[in-house]
């Protein structure tokens, strides 16, 4: 079992910038790829940014490519999302995911543990 805490949302204006943190437990976390996703109200869950085990390949969604940054540090078992020009259509809940692959997936269903979600509203 592996167990997630997402950290870091909150209420923003855009333009303005958030750095969300994903805490993990109960496993070895650098077995671990790990993955961000975001759900809106009334949509389904989107995949925002992914990053390998290794931390040399990372995945973005074309939304969000260029001001979003996926990072992850092993010794602190903590994945990250920086995300700078937040814009309104950023607003959604954000998840961290994680699988025990080296190469991250894109697709919410391929990811076996979730976090509870954290809040992100970017207001005009």
């Known amino acids: 079992q592996v167990q997630l805490v997402e950290s870091g949302g909150g209420l923003v204006q855009a333009g303005g910038s958030l750095r969300l943190t994903c805490a993990a437990s109960g496993r070895t976390f650098s077995s671990y790829a790990m993955g961000w996703f975001r759900q809106a109200p009334g949509k389904e869950r989107d995949f925002v940014a992914a990053i390998s085990i290794s931390v040399r390949t990372k995945y973005y969604a074309d939304s969000v490519k260029g001001r979003f940054t996926i990072s992850r540090d092993n010794a602190k078992n903590t994945v990250y999302l920086q995300m700078d020009s937040l814009k309104p259509e950023d607003t959604a809940v954000y998840y961290c995911?994680?699988?025990?692959?080296?190469?991250?997936?894109?697709?919410?269903?391929?990811?076996?543990?979730w976090g509870q979600g954290t809040q992100v509203t970017v207001s005009a």
């Open positions: 995911a994680t699988v025990e692959t080296p190469y991250p997936p894109m697709k919410a269903n391929s990811y076996d543990y």
